[in-house]
């Protein structure tokens, strides 16, 4: 499974194959899933694809495994350590894991170890997070005699769905807090990216997780829709499109079942006037050429002062021209391709919005002329983006930014929360007092000081369409629970559960 020109031979020991209950299984049918380089645009492997039976199938295996099984009757230290195993038998397969993200998205392999390597993490983050945890808290009774418990116990069945331009990072993202608190799992990665998944498999067959814990099904959107509504499952955790996001969100709120949902954004960046342009230019060039802009939290309007516009717009642009493009296993290359060719077309197609409602295209927007073949868009920059734009409003997901002028700091905070999206922001400014000012009152989850920065001990996630609930840190391992009160009539010792 790979292309004569691949870095590392990445040997997947059951392709054809599901893991559904602790057993590489055959799929239903024959389907399999092609994996295509966005660099060559051709075929370079292939995997199965599950089908609704087999959905059914993984289901009812971590329901048996959770209703039945050994793993939420663990203590959180024995689960801790299986995760510890977990993230041992990972380490020797960063590399394949590294060179996965690389053949199927485009990703650079100068930058590919050190992002898996933050997927790794995860296991050993929550492993950690075992003893320090608040699983049960003690609390004196208002009404009557005795004492209160409020516990988190593990919310049940967890499907993570994960998204194809961080495929590693964001499913142990998901998997590592959810197996420690005691659920049982499904692994549904996106079709373009199953590799990384197949490996987790592998090394949780290595290490012994229990059967039925962790499971695994890649498929196309009706087998996953299908997995959705199947009443097993206890909690849906989706990162993915806006329009994906609400159909899980309404097939499981018509069952009642709980989801947590990281969708699409259009992060803005205030660049107040005591900044340096250059400086502020040279982060947002670096920032929106990315993963080539797949990034959903991808600063991609730049919100600057009106009469600093034109000066920052030129930094910007130099920035941005000397990107070098290409080959992603090149260690030169500083943006590789787009990772499909539907994803070259839907930015090309907003580059032509742009200009037919009046933006001013200052440089990209087109193929590199040195690159024949591949998904490639040159790093792309408009100017004079009014907020009603499109190119202002949409996610494109690609290498493209908006430059938008303001007059006043008012202004700036209103063009910034004129959004349906609130996942990220960042203030450019030396004074950390009005950094966070200007925090509190932009609308979005996270927001950053002069840099483009996520940190595992914080929670992430969105407002208004950019999701619900929150990932990462405490706050995703308490997603992963359900509260349960109990009232005693006294504060005799109890036997510890478990």
Request: glycine share 8%; aromatic share 8%.
């Amino acid at each position: 499974m790979h292309t004569s020109k691949s870095i590392v031979h990445i040997e997947l020991s059951h392709p054809t194959e599901l893991f559904i209950g602790g057993q590489w299984t055959p799929a239903t049918g024959d389907k399999r899933l092609e994996i295509v380089s966005p660099h060559t645009e051709s075929v370079f492997a292939t995997v199965a694809e599950a089908k609704e039976q087999d959905m059914d199938a993984a289901v009812t295996a971590a329901r048996k495994a959770f209703d039945v099984g050994p793993w939420p009757r663990l203590s959180h230290q024995e689960r801790a350590a299986y995760l510890r195993r977990l993230s041992a038998a990972l380490e020797p397969r960063l590399p394949a894991l590294a060179q996965a993200w690389v053949d199927q998205t485009g990703a650079l392999a100068s930058i590919a170890p050190f992002v898996v390597a933050g997927g790794r993490h995860w296991f050993d983050f929550y492993a950690d997070m075992a003893d320090k945890f608040a699983w049960e808290e003690t609390r004196a009774l208002v009404d009557a005699p005795g004492v209160g418990l409020v516990v988190r116990e593990p919310v049940g069945v967890y499907v993570a769905v994960a998204p194809w331009n961080n495929p590693f990072g964001i499913m142990t993202g998901k998997i590592a807090p959810a197996l420690l608190a005691g659920c049982t799992v499904i692994m549904k990665p996106a079709p373009e990216t199953p590799i990384e998944a197949y490996i987790i498999a592998e090394a949780a067959e290595e290490v012994g997780i229990p059967a039925g814990v962790i499971n695994l099904v890649p498929a196309h959107r009706d087998a996953s829709d299908h997995l959705v509504r199947n009443d097993g499952v206890d909690k849906v955790s989706f990162t993915g499109s806006v329009a994906a996001g609400a159909r899980i969100a309404s097939v499981c709120g018509s069952r009642i079942a709980r989801c947590t949902l990281e969708l699409g954004g259009k992060s803005a960046a205030v660049v107040l006037e005591d900044y340096d342009m250059g400086a502020a230019a040279q982060v947002l060039a670096q920032t929106i050429t990315m993963s080539a802009g797949q990034v959903c939290a991808t600063l991609s309007r730049a919100i600057v002062p009106r009469h600093r516009h034109d000066e920052f717009v030129e930094a910007l642009d130099a920035a941005m021209r000397a990107i070098r493009v290409g080959d992603p296993r090149d260690p030169a290359s500083q943006m590789g391709p787009l990772a499909m060719e539907r994803q070259m077309a839907r930015v090309r197609r907003y580059v032509e919005i742009g200009r037919s409602e009046g933006a001013k295209l200052v440089s990209g927007g087109d193929r590199p002329s040195h690159l024949p073949r591949g998904y490639y868009v040159e790093p792309t920059l408009f100017a004079r983006v009014s907020a009603d734009m499109t190119i202002a409003r949409e996610e494109i997901f690609g290498p493209v930014i908006a430059v938008l002028p303001y007059d006043t700091e008012d202004e700036a905070l209103q063009i910034a929360n004129d959004s349906a999206f609130g996942l990220y922001g960042t203030v450019f400014t030396n004074d950390s007092k009005r950094a966070y000012r200007l925090a509190r009152k932009i609308r979005t989850g996270t927001v950053s000081q002069n840099v483009f920065r996520f940190d595992s001990a914080l929670p992430f996630g969105g407002f208004k369409q950019s999701g619900l609930g929150r990932e990462g840190g405490r706050e995703g391992l308490e997603s992963c629970t359900e509260l349960k009160a109990i009232m005693l009539g006294d504060a005799a010792p109890r036997e510890v559960f478990p």
